[in-house]
């Protein structure tokens, strides 16, 4: 249901006019969700939620990313009410610390405590995406440095099965012909 939140015209012709509706005060449907991934208030009739429990879902999400393969579906469940009801991952979870921050965080039980998708990647648990990008083109480097690697073939088929586009292959061909007359 919509709240209160919303202007609405009727035009007189059975339509409306103008819609504008806040999504943070969207009073969505309770018990909507897979229940392991879904935020404490979305449990609770009438409880007015937003993206944030989005974020929670997220969190368990990291925390099922960087756990070990469960046993047991009965060990997996039980982890993941501790994470969901307590906020406590189990003692041999082993992930690095910005990570367990970041499922800490992200699994608060009080959505207000709650990061939002912005405040997480401006946070300094993540990697700078520069970082990130960085990292993927040294491999790539890597990977083309070495003839006798495993990936080596694939990327130089990847690199030069492609066919030249008319007008960048004219262009660089045209560049080059007009410096040659130019000396």
Not at 19 to 44: C, D, H, M, W
Not at 66 to 93: G, I
Request: proline letters at 7%.
């Amino acid at each position: 249901s919509i709240s209160r939140d919303q202007a609405v015209e009727d035009d007189h012709d059975g339509g409306v006019q103008d819609l504008t509706v806040s999504y943070e005060s969207l009073n969505i449907t309770a018990g909507v969700g897979t229940a392991f991934y879904r935020a404490p208030e979305q449990e609770k009739e009438g409880q007015r939620y937003n993206q944030k429990a989005d974020m929670f879902s997220l969190g368990i999400l990291f925390f099922e990313m960087w756990s070990p393969p469960f046993t047991t579906l009965m060990e997996r469940a039980e982890a993941l009410m501790d994470l969901r009801q307590r906020n406590q991952c189990p003692s041999q979870w082993k992930a690095p610390a910005n990570v367990q921050t970041i499922v800490h965080w992200l699994c608060a039980p009080n959505p207000s405590n709650r990061p939002s998708a912005a405040e997480l990647l401006a946070s300094n648990l993540l990697p700078p995406k520069m970082e990130v990008e960085e990292k993927y083109l040294k491999e790539a480097l890597q990977t083309l440095a070495n003839p006798k690697g495993h990936f080596f073939g694939q990327m130089m088929q990847a690199l030069f099965v492609q066919e030249p586009v008319d007008h960048v292959d004219y262009t660089f061909d045209g560049v080059h012909k007009h410096k040659a007359m130019a000396l």
